[in-house]
């Protein structure tokens, strides 16, 4: 289907949010799912690009995208008006009990694109968010949060202040945990909110290919009662529950 | 009337626009993205022998109107794949729609994997694929694809085992490629399906390391239809049996242009991971193109450039 991009703006030097209306995907979108997007019509850049679905209201969505290589440069390129190829939504999101009443969500960078979605569903249900974001010195990627008074905030300085941090805040009671960000904050996350007994999702990340299953491309190294097995961040993620992820062990 | 079925040996298709195997799943996945009733078949993706658990990541490295892929043809095995997998499949396909194929690392492990689809499915099914593309364990890689002999024993072996359509999908990487095509000839076998995937290498220059876990992979997609469109050249000249080409088929004027050269028919890869619904655009193309020439069947353009 196509999506018109409706507003661009940049939120730092190398991120920027792009709103699309569209009102079928917009209304099929849960928090975690994400959506191909083609870049051009042309053979290269070749695949379509994953990205998080960062807001949805109403008949729009937007996505906070980080400029790393030639497809999201190519995006910056964009004006309101063009008209963008994508497929979606993708994928099994974050997912929660209604009986849960806090929760902490932890960003790592631009990992935030993928918890907004998500603290608005929460916030809508009457749930409170805490939202911790590390590092600090990547702090202007929030100013993207349309509606950060209704979060309470805190920050990691660093990868290395994170656990005492993220313990800091588990101590005020959280229900569940969810997190988005690079393996490694993801790996400390996982940890942490074990070894303190909280359920805890994540979402990951995979260089992707189709989005809908058929490539098995973007393995995830999944624990099973069987042992390891490798399964596909498009289809059965890409959110899954932080005991069942393997960052180290490999077939 | 226009006929754009397609004859390959004993085997007919509605048409001659495949789903290549390792590229279009178990064609069930694309039921919501595209109207699976137009793929001409679909080969599914490969059943081995012992479940394998695939490469490990990343599997997928993107070059220019390409990728670099290594999947490790992750499968779940024969007993998952005939008890879970084939019901699925036979819900979303017709019988002339569904190809199976199987790798084994000897011929012993390819006739039963054969035998097993053809006693519990023979009736379902349109044909049977002898992947011999894939890399093999116990004799290295590419054995039944380099070896003329290898080759020729295999298909003996399986062809007189089941008598369901057989098609030997080969690695044209070898520089005997022409020599083992031959053998595959004199073998008898319905189609030869052309693995025109040169291998290739990228690096990440963050990571400074190579982009893909498996450090080498098989590129796909429109970088090497070049490459591959003289493979199927070559094999035209010197092979008698219908050729299934494969290698970066994007639209429908590339499969036409498969099919000047040589190709009865052209399975489709990597295409499909950009536009789910790319078969269906190729084969309107087709139909399109044969309108506007006023073309009866495509059968008369098979290898029409060498002529």
């Known amino acids: ?251 | 009337m226009k006929n754009i079925k397609t004859k390959l040996g004993q085997a007919e298709f509605r048409n001659p626009v495949l789903g290549a195997s390792g590229c279009t799943g178990y064609a069930y996945e694309l039921e919501s993205y595209t109207d699976l009733s137009r793929y001409g078949a679909v080969t599914l993706k490969t059943v081995t022998y012992t479940p394998r658990h695939g490469n490990h990541p990343e599997r997928i490295a993107e070059v220019p109107a390409g990728i670099i892929s290594s999947i490790g043809l992750q499968n779940p095995g024969p007993d998952v794949f005939f008890d879970d997998t084939m019901p699925k499949v036979i819900d979303a396909l017709d019988r002339d729609q569904i190809i199976v194929s199987v790798a084994g690392d000897t011929i012993e492990e390819y006739v039963e994997l054969c035998c097993r689809t053809s006693q519990r499915y023979g009736e379902k099914i349109a044909a049977l694929e002898i992947n011999a593309a894939c890399p093999n364990v116990r004799f290295g890689v590419g054995y039944f694809s380099r070896d003329p002999q290898a080759a020729f024993d295999l298909i003996e072996t399986v062809k007189s085992a089941v008598s369901l359509p057989v098609f030997f999908k080969f690695n044209t990487n070898f520089e005997n490629y022409l020599e083992v095509a031959s053998a595959i000839d004199e073998a008898g076998v319905d189609a030869l399906y052309t693995s025109n995937t040169p291998l290739g290498l990228k690096i990440n220059i963050r990571t400074r390391r190579p982009a893909i876990g498996n450090v080498v992979g098989p590129i796909c997609g429109p970088a090497i239809r070049p490459i591959g469109m003289l493979r199927v050249w070559n094999l035209y000249q010197k092979v008698k049996m219908p050729i299934i080409a494969s290698g970066g088929v994007y639209t429908w004027e590339d499969a036409l242009e498969y099919m000047l050269a040589g190709a009865a028919a052209v399975g489709v890869g990597s295409a499909q991971f950009v536009q789910p619904d790319v078969v269906k655009h190729i084969v309107d193309g087709l139909e399109r193109y044969m309108e506007r020439e006023s073309l009866d069947s495509l059968t008369s353009l098979v290898g029409a450039a060498h002529r």
């Open chain 1, 1 to 251: 289907m196509l999506a018109k991009l409706i507003e661009f703006r940049s939120v730092t030097e190398r991120d920027a949010l792009y709103v699309f209306d569209c009102p079928e995907l917009a209304r099929a979108a849960s928090p975690g799912q994400i959506v191909e997007l083609k870049i051009n019509d042309c053979l290269d850049p070749f695949l379509r690009r994953p990205l998080s679905i960062f807001d949805v209201e109403g008949d729009t969505f937007s996505l906070l995208v980080r400029t790393v290589g030639r497809g999201t440069e190519y995006m910056t390129r964009w004006k309101p008006g063009v008209e963008v190829d994508v497929l979606g939504p993708l994928g099994k999101g974050f997912s929660w009990s209604e009986k849960e009443e806090t929760f902490a969500l932890v960003g790592g960078g631009v990992g935030m694109a993928s918890l907004n979605f998500l603290a608005r569903r929460l916030l809508e249900q009457g749930k409170q968010v805490h939202l911790l974001f590390s590092p600090k010195r990547d702090s202007q990627l929030l100013n993207a949060l349309p509606q950060p008074e209704r979060m309470d905030i805190s920050f990691a300085e660093n990868r290395t202040a994170l656990p005492a941090a993220l313990n800091a805040l588990l101590a005020k009671g959280i229900d569940r945990v969810f997190c988005c960000g690079p393996d490694g904050l993801m790996e400390i996350v996982a940890k942490t909110s074990m070894a303190n007994n909280i359920p805890c999702q994540l979402s990951m990340e995979r260089h992707m290919a189709c989005g809908i299953g058929i490539c098995l491309g973007c393995a995830i190294a999944i624990r099973t009662e069987q042992g390891l097995t490798y399964k596909k961040a498009c289809k059965d993620g890409p959110v899954f529950e932080a005991e069942e992820v393997s960052f180290h062990e490999e077939h």
